[in-house]
Protein backbone atom coordinates (compact mmCIF):
# COMPACT_ATOMS: atom_id res chain seq x y z
CA UNK A 1 0.00 0.00 0.00
CA UNK A 2 1.40 3.26 -1.11
CA UNK A 3 0.75 6.44 1.17
CA UNK A 4 1.28 10.08 0.67
CA UNK A 5 1.45 11.89 4.51
CA UNK A 6 3.31 15.33 4.76
CA UNK A 7 4.57 13.46 8.20
CA UNK A 8 8.43 13.31 8.04
CA UNK A 9 9.52 9.36 7.34
CA UNK A 10 11.65 9.53 10.83
CA UNK A 11 8.21 9.90 12.78
CA UNK A 12 6.75 7.33 10.64
CA UNK A 13 8.93 4.90 11.51
CA UNK A 14 8.53 6.05 15.15
CA UNK A 15 4.77 5.84 15.05
CA UNK A 16 5.59 1.98 13.22
CA UNK A 17 8.03 1.07 16.29
CA UNK A 18 5.40 2.31 18.86
CA UNK A 19 2.41 0.75 16.97
CA UNK A 20 4.50 -2.43 17.10
CA UNK A 21 2.74 -3.58 13.98
CA UNK A 22 5.23 -5.72 11.64
CA UNK A 23 5.14 -3.10 8.40
CA UNK A 24 8.21 -2.13 6.53
CA UNK A 25 8.15 1.41 5.38
CA UNK A 26 10.37 2.42 2.30
CA UNK A 27 10.64 6.32 1.51
CA UNK A 28 9.80 6.82 -2.53
CA UNK A 29 9.96 10.23 -2.78
CA UNK A 30 8.41 13.15 -1.79
CA UNK A 31 6.56 15.61 -3.75
CA UNK A 32 4.93 19.30 -3.22
CA UNK A 33 0.82 19.58 -3.40
CA UNK A 34 -1.00 22.90 -3.07
CA UNK A 35 2.35 24.21 -0.77
CA UNK A 36 3.00 21.16 1.20
CA UNK A 37 5.49 18.49 0.71
CA UNK A 38 4.01 15.48 1.25
CA UNK A 39 5.88 11.64 1.08
CA UNK A 40 5.40 9.22 -0.76
CA UNK A 41 5.74 5.54 1.31
CA UNK A 42 5.84 2.22 0.38
CA UNK A 43 3.81 -0.23 3.30
CA UNK A 44 4.28 -3.27 3.39
CA UNK A 45 3.23 -6.52 5.44
CA UNK A 46 -0.20 -8.33 6.05
CA UNK A 47 -3.43 -6.12 6.06
CA UNK A 48 -4.06 -6.65 9.86
CA UNK A 49 -0.40 -5.15 10.44
CA UNK A 50 -1.04 -2.34 7.84
CA UNK A 51 -3.94 -1.62 8.96
CA UNK A 52 -2.72 -1.68 13.14
CA UNK A 53 0.32 1.05 11.70
CA UNK A 54 -2.87 3.00 10.01
CA UNK A 55 -4.51 3.16 13.10
CA UNK A 56 -1.68 4.52 15.28
CA UNK A 57 -1.40 6.87 12.95
CA UNK A 58 -4.35 8.68 12.76
CA UNK A 59 -4.07 8.67 16.61
CA UNK A 60 -0.71 10.55 16.81
CA UNK A 61 -1.90 12.88 13.91
CA UNK A 62 -5.01 13.51 15.79
CA UNK A 63 -3.12 14.09 19.41
CA UNK A 64 -4.49 10.60 20.42
Known amino acids: MIIETAVPFEE??????KSGAKVKLALLGNFERNGIVLNRVLVEGPPEEIEQFRERLKLARAGG
Open 12 to 17: LEEIKR
